[in-house]
């Protein structure tokens, strides 16, 4: 708030604080935007800006409305506000990035994914569109180490880190047609999958289940049909279509091809000087497949717990290590993703009831009474019979 207030009050501040707020580097012939050093401020501004914005929507909004809703433990309260944020984050990116990958003409057809290397320019939304979303995945690595460590820690760090890599690289190396695409493909989930959890801690266990299905589907057909096309059109179209080279200058003044350095030096420079040179080797190729491969190794392994799930619900019975969301004092090997898609578990109402920790604690003492009240009458009958 403080920059804005200063950006329009202060017109001779504006040089300086503009590139914190609003996209630098357009040029005024075509209207595009190329990359630039300006761009650090506009991703640290959104650090901050979306940080405050999670923890305000957490705090006054979706908190105050799990209570509302009669969700009555202040932990539940918690896990609720944060999927609901994630919900409302991902309820206007995705649509957001949908509509940005349809109107190009690449849509349907992955071999436009690599022609006419390298795009220098693109239009204002898309690059709002990366360099927020970029902003967001930074963000998040700072939420999971200030919050309470989960069992899956690792995994989103090491998944988070390895996001940010490849919305760097297909920023920086001019490849934002194919990262507008993975980000499509991997949000889709991002919307369901909080939406049944949240569902869940209002109560609504039917639904719950419904959305859950379709998490599943959608799940399948972004994470390991779609990715894997990519990833299989990286390994195979890119040598057909694009030739080992490199580019130098501006979009307005672009040189090339040009051959390969035989240093490391091509690799570094697009980091450092916008309109480098930047190159596209065989080596650079496979480095971004392990990338994405990696990534995909991560997704199996939380498919794995998600598969888990489905067929116990399938089979009709209480998926082994089934817990409620809430932490707990005992030691577990089940991790995080595994313990939120296990909650899904509500077939029929005796299995829900073994889902509940509470209500297992309270059969068990009501069976307790049942015994020593069989046993009161036992010896009663006894004294008696003396």
Known sequence: MALLFIDFSMPQAAPYTAKFLWLSHRQSSTGLYSIGNGDVCFVLFKVLTLSWLRESCMDYLLAPFAAA???????????????????????VFWPLGMFIWTKESHFANMDHLWTGWPQRDIDGLTKFYILTQLSYWIQQVISVNIEARRKDYWLNVVHHFITITLILVSYVYHHTRVGVLILVMMDAIEILFPFAKCLRYLGYTTLCDVVFCLFFITWV????VLYLMTCWSVYSDVPRIMEVSCFIGSAGNLHGPLPVPDNWWHL??????PNGIVCHSNGFRI???VYLLLLQVLMMMWFGFICKVAIG??????VDDVRSDEESDEGSQITELEKDTNSFATVSSWQESRLQPRRSARSSSAAQIG????????????????
């Open 313 to 318: 619900v399938l089979d009709g019975r209480v």
């Open 221 to 224: 057909l972004s994470r390991h």
């Open 287 to 289: 480095s971004i497949l």
């Open 268 to 273: 570094i420079e697009p980091w450092l000087y």
């Open 371 to 386: 015994n020593d009240g069989n046993g009161y009458l036992k010896r009663k009958a006894h004294g008696k019979g003396e």
């Open 69 to 91: 809703m009669g969700v009555a433990k202040e932990r539940k309260r918690i896990r609720f506000s944060e999927q609901g944020w994630v919900l409302m984050y991902y309820t």
